[in-house]
């Protein structure tokens, strides 16, 4: 059984900075793409970020592009998401996400965690 737990969401004002985390467990993910996906009330989910277990390679969203940060620690299966210069477009309920990197599609998914940005 594949489990993506994400943590580290809150309510911060605009500026600050959270980190969030995902820890995995269930099966080896080196061959797997990492990510996080955000939805906010009203609005398709949108991709934030990516990275690979074993290739230093990321993506961004362009929303997020040069205040987040995706980053991994392998010896905790733990992928983390720094987020500086938090907006309230920001606020949304955070997805962490796995694929096989030659799969299409997403197939693993966490429970998410809210993040709330006030102005």
């Known amino acids: 059984q594949v489990q993506l737990v994400e943590s580290g969401g809150g309510l911060v004002q605009a500026g600050d900075s959270l980190r969030l985390s995902c820890t995995a467990s269930?099966?080896?993910?080196?061959?797997?793409?990492m990510a996080w996906f955000r939805q906010a009330p009203g609005k398709e989910r949108e991709f934030v970020a990516g990275t690979r277990w074993t290739v230093n390679t990321s993506k961004y969203g362009d929303s997020v592009n040069g205040r987040f940060t995706i980053s991994t620690d392998k010896s905790k299966k733990t992928v983390y998401l720094q987020m500086n210069n938090l907006k309230p477009e920001d606020t949304a309920a955070y997805y962490c996400a796995a694929k096989h990197f030659a799969a299409e599609d997403y197939n693993f998914w966490g429970q998410g965690t809210q993040v709330t940005v006030l102005a």
């Open positions: 269930g099966r080896t993910f080196s061959n797997y793409i």
